[in-house]
């Protein structure tokens, strides 16, 4: 299974675009992945692969100055942008994962640059690093397939970063969507939030090639496992302690 971690990827607005995976669901996200009134990446993205609420301790050290920030969240919601002059010096902070041992401990697993559970993730808010980062976002997700994972988990946060500075990402929705059209095999798209005009929504995404019921960020990994548990030539290193089914609608 190859899951391509898709940041402030949207529901309502891939489907404004016409952008659909074959099974589809919208997620709510827990109040407890919350930081300021909005669903912050680094408390959803672990949750998502342990199953549980895993919230990451060392928020602070992402805000170096968090007036300004909240001032600048206060002015966006009003439609007030502005433009710094001069050199602008980007933040740059490596993370250690918020968690221990997650889903991808259990199976054979490739995983990249996941925030709160890959060791050693970038956050940087600098246009040169984000693309690039996504560039081989994308390398990685056309090269690894051709190796026997059984998951390959892939992260970008461009979508994100377009979001917030409200700059139209329609050409980069096509681009994720079109991407994993094209990937063999069982494919999932999952976002931690969406991010639409400068600010985080209150929904995810999760979109499959097989099945899939999710109705909160917490149910991604019982799906996961579900569908690899289903795929006999998958074999975990440990029981899926934390699986438990998730029961079709009957609408």
Not at 21 to 40: Q, R, T
Not at 46 to 73: A, C, D, T, Y
Not at 175 to 182: I, T
């Amino acid at each position: 299974m190859i899951i391509l971690c898709v940041d402030g990827l949207d529901p309502d607005l891939a489907a404004e675009f016409g952008y659909h995976m074959p099974f589809e669901c919208k997620l709510d996200i827990p109040i407890d992945l919350f930081e300021d009134g909005v669903p912050h990446t680094l408390h959803v993205w672990p949750s998502i692969f342990r199953g549980e609420v895993s919230r990451h301790p060392n928020l602070q050290e992402i805000n170096v100055n968090p007036l300004r920030h909240r001032v600048r969240k206060f002015l966006h919601k009003k439609g007030i942008k502005w433009k710094r002059k001069g050199e602008i010096k980007y933040l740059w902070k490596v993370f250690k994962p918020a968690v221990g041992r997650t889903l991808l401990d259990n199976y054979s697993s490739f995983w990249w640059n996941i925030p709160g559970v890959s060791e050693g993730f970038i956050f940087s808010v600098s246009p040169s690093y984000m693309k690039t980062n996504y560039e081989v976002f994308k390398h990685l997700a056309e090269n690894l397939v051709r190796y026997k994972y059984d998951i390959v988990a892939l992260y970008t946060r461009l979508i994100d970063w377009y979001g917030h500075m409200a700059i139209n990402p329609k050409i980069l929705y096509y681009e994720v969507f079109s991407l994993a059209k094209r990937l063999p095999g069982d494919i999932m798209v999952v976002s931690d939030h969406g991010c639409v005009r400068g600010n985080h929504t209150d929904h995810a995404y999760l979109g499959c090639t097989r099945s899939v019921f999710a109705e909160n960020v917490l149910d991604v990994r019982a799906e996961i496992e579900r569908i690899l548990w289903e795929d006999k030539s998958c074999t975990p290193t440990h029981p899926p302690s934390l699986y438990h089914p998730v029961l079709e609608p009957s609408h």
